[in-house]
């Protein structure tokens, strides 16, 4: 995968996304034109898709779903983030998967749910078994 700054990075795909690929990969070789390079996604002329299609494509799906449609492709890079952070993953992993060049940047992310916060006192500090959940706001 390619970053911003041509920079290389690593890009994690699960099983899912690996199988929807090799089923969408024969038929965009077919379709590709040459300015299409090495781009994954592209459009029905066969050159790569803009950042606003993705938006409108991502809205879309959004309608179909019945989800709220103010997710944008920020909120999942975001929310992929946040699950890694909270799964465990330190900041210079997460760094490495988001393709920061600044610590900074990645730390925007580590703003933490105030349900998170409860969870954490309730697990980590030994005085806290036996007390009322704490109210954080």
């Known amino acids: 995968l390619w970053g911003k ?10 099983r899912f996304a690996i199988e929807a690929l090799a089923e969408y990969l024969p038929p ?11 781009f994954v996604f592209l459009n029905s002329r066969g050159t790569p898709l803009s950042s606003r299609s993705v938006r409108r494509i991502l809205h ?6 019945g989800l709220p449609t103010d997710v944008t492709p920020h ?3 975001h929310s992929f983030a946040t ?5 465990g993953a330190g900041l210079r992993a997460v760094q490495e998967l988001l393709g920061h060049a600044s610590i900074g940047t990645t730390q925007i992310y ?11 006192y309730l697990q980590a ?8 959940p704490l109210k954080v706001k």
Do not use: F, Y
């Open 75 to 77: 909120t999942l890079r």
């Open 125 to 132: 500090h030994p005085r806290a078994r036996g007390d009322a």
């Open 83 to 87: 699950h890694l952070l909270r799964g």
């Open 60 to 65: 879309k799906r959004l309608l179909q779903a």
């Open 110 to 120: 580590t703003r933490i749910a105030p349900e998170h916060l409860t969870e954490v």
């Open 28 to 38: 965009r070789a077919q379709r590709a034109q040459e300015s299409a390079g090495t």
């Open 5 to 14: 700054g041509r920079k290389e990075r690593l890009s994690a795909v699960g």
